[in-house]
């Protein structure tokens, strides 16, 4: 008998707890679009320890911030989609490099539902009845971060206020499709 099989028979048994809930944060577009479109999320070396926390089932929400769009006077940080964690995090093979940014972490996603590109759910207005921010004056500066854990109610909350505004990824994801302009 092997010695995993020997501690395992010794132990008593450990029930798996379920899934956890994340909001993953975005703030770039070009990032937003890659993230959709292949379905994948990479994390920067310096977020790498908070990256390994989200396990393979983990509900995620994607969240875009106002600078996300690069007009942050007219957009809003919205909750744009949900997926789920499809892949261990691990150090990829081929870091993905957005603008100047490397991040070597990464992990696959199947998206199951996304707004359409520049709506969904504003975060700001469900701040007062999230605990996840003990205190609504200073939200966004638990925002900056690559992802933030979500307790169980403020998940349900996200998920029940959010699923009015989702539509099928084949039918939303062509919306977050675009090439940046080539300097000239």
């Known amino acids: ?87 261990p995090v691990r150090t990829l093979d081929e870091p993905v490099v957005f603008g100047e940014r490397t991040f070597p972490e990464g992990c696959r996603l199947k998206v199951s539902g996304l707004a359409r590109c520049r709506e969904g759910l504003v975060l700001r207005d469900l701040v007062p009845r999230l605990s996840v921010f003990p205190d609504p004056a200073t939200w966004s500066v638990r925002m900056r971060r690559a992802s933030l854990t979500l307790p169980v109610t403020d998940a349900d909350l996200v998920r029940a206020e959010l699923e009015p505004l989702l539509r099928p990824y084949d039918e939303a994801a062509e919306g977050y499709r675009w090439q940046e302009p080539v300097p000239g």
Do not use: K
């Open 1 to 87: 008998m092997s010695f995993a099989r020997r501690v395992a028979r010794t132990l008593p048994a450990i029930v798996i707890g379920m899934p956890s809930s994340h909001l993953l944060i975005i703030g770039d577009r070009a990032a937003l679009s890659w993230v959709v479109t292949e379905q994948r999320m990479a994390f920067p070396a310096g977020r790498a320890q908070a990256a390994r926390a989200l396990e393979e089932g983990d509900e995620i929400f994607l969240y875009t911030t106002r600078g996300c769009f690069r007009n942050p006077t007219r957009d809003l940080g919205r909750v744009i989609g949900r997926a789920t964690i499809a892949s």
